[in-house]
C-alpha cells in the first residue's frame, strides 16, 4: 500500500500556500505576497514529488522555524521519512501534524495509511474513520478506508466499499489498485488481470501496460506460474532500463519460490531507500521469507516500529 500512499499523497496536496502560512490581505487591498513560510513549505512538497526527500526535509525545516505551528510541513516530512527510509521518524511527523490541528482529515488519513504499512490495525481503522468524519465527500478516504477494512478482516465489507465506488466513480484510479490486490489474494487471476489493466490505462502508465500485457499471455498459456514468469521476464527488461523498482521484482521472485533472487532485489531496494521497502513486513508476497535470517535482518534494519 505504499507506493499507493506516495502516489496519493503527493497527488493531494495543494499547490497553494497551506492556511497558516497564508497572511491575510486587509479589506480592499491587493493579497499580499506569499510569506517566506508558504515558500519553503511550496519548495519542499515540489521536492518531494520530484524525489528529493533530503532537500525536501531542509525546505520544510526552514518552513517549521518561520512558521512553528505549520501541521502541513510535519506531515509532508513524515512522507519525507518514509521516502528515507525511516519509518520511526514517520511516525513522530505524523503524529506533531495530528496535535497541531486534530481536524485535518488529510493528517488522519495519511497516518491511517502509515499505520496500517507497519502492521497497526486496529489504530489504522480507527484513525481512517476520523478521516472520514472530517471529509466524507473525500473518494480517497473511501478507498482507502475499503481497503484497510478488507486488510484487516473485514473483508465484505471492504470489498463491496471499493466495488461501489469503482461503479460510481469508474476513472478513479484507487478502487481499481485495491481491488486488483484483492483479487489477487483471493486467487481470481482473471478479474485480476483485469483490474490491473484498468489501472494502467487510468494512469496512461505504458510500462505497466506491458506487464499486463505479458502477464495475460502467461496466464493463457501456463495458468498462475506462467502469469508470474512472464510478468518477471518483463519486469526485468524494464528495471534494466531504470523504469522499474527492484522491490516488484523481489515480490514477483518470492511468489515464484525464488527465495535468493527475491532477497538480491530486496537488498537492492533497501540500500536505494525504496520507498515500498517499509512494507516488506505486512506484505504477503514475503511470507515464505520471514524464517530467513537475511530477510530478518533486514526488517530489523528498517526499524519498522511495534505493532503493539
Given amino acids: 500500500m505504499i507506493a499507493a500512499l506516495m502516489v496519493l499523497l503527493l497527488c493531494a496536496w495543494s499547490t497553494q500556500a497551506p492556511p497558516q502560512a497564508q497572511p491575510q490581505a486587509p479589506p480592499q487591498a491587493q493579497p499580499q505576497a506569499q510569506s517566506p513560510a508558504a515558500s519553503h513549505y511550496l519548495r519542499g512538497v515540489e521536492l518531494l514529488r520530484n524525489q528529493d526527500p533530503a532537500g525536501a526535509v531542509a525546505e520544510l525545516d526552514e518552513a517549521l522555524k518561520l512558521a512553528p505551528q505549520l501541521a502541513e510541513a510535519y506531515d509532508a516530512k513524515g512522507l519525507a521519512a518514509l521516502a528515507q527510509g525511516n519509518p520511526a521518524s514517520a511516525s513522530g511527523e505524523f503524529r506533531r501534524a495530528i496535535d497541531l490541528n486534530p481536524s485535518n482529515a488529510v493528517a488522519h488519513h495519511w497516518y491511517a495509511t502509515y499505520l496500517f504499512t507497519i502492521g497497526r490495525y486496529a489504530e489504522s481503522v480507527q484513525e481512517i474513520e476520523k478521516a472520514q468524519s472530517l471529509d466524507p465527500a473525500s473518494k480517497s478516504v473511501l478507498a482507502d478506508k475499503g481497503d484497510l477494512l478488507w486488510a484487516t478482516g473485514r473483508t465484505d465489507e471492504g470489498a463491496a466499499l471499493l466495488k461501489q465506488l469503482a461503479t460510481t466513480e469508474p ?18 487471476y482473471g478479474l485480476y488481470l483485469d483490474e490491473w489493466k484498468k489501472e494502467s490505462s487510468l494512469l496512461r502508465d505504458s510500462s505497466s501496460l506491458k506487464l499486463v500485457d505479458a502477464a495475460q499471455k502467461g496466464f493463457a498459456a501456463r495458468g498462475f506460474r506462467g502469469m508470474l514468469e512472464n510478468t518477471l521476464e518483463e519486469q526485468k527488461k524494464l528495471y534494466d532500463r531504470g523504469l522499474l523498482s527492484p522491490y516488484l521484482l523481489a515480490q514477483t521472485a518470492s511468489l515464484l519460490g525464488s527465495k535468493a533472487e527475491a532477497l538480491r532485489y530486496l537488498q537492492i531496494a533497501f540500500d536505494k531507500h525504496d520507498e515500498q521497502v517499509i512494507q516488506i513486513n505486512n506484505d504477503r508476497a514475503f511470507e515464505n521469507l520471514h524464517d530467513d535470517p537475511t530477510y530478518r535482518d533486514l526488517v530489523a534494519r528498517l526499524g519498522i516500529p511495534s505493532k503493539g
Fill in 171 to 188: 476513472d478513479f484510479v484507487s478502487p481499481h489498485r485495491y481491488l486488483k490486490g484483492i483479487y489477487f489474494a483471493s486467487g481470481d
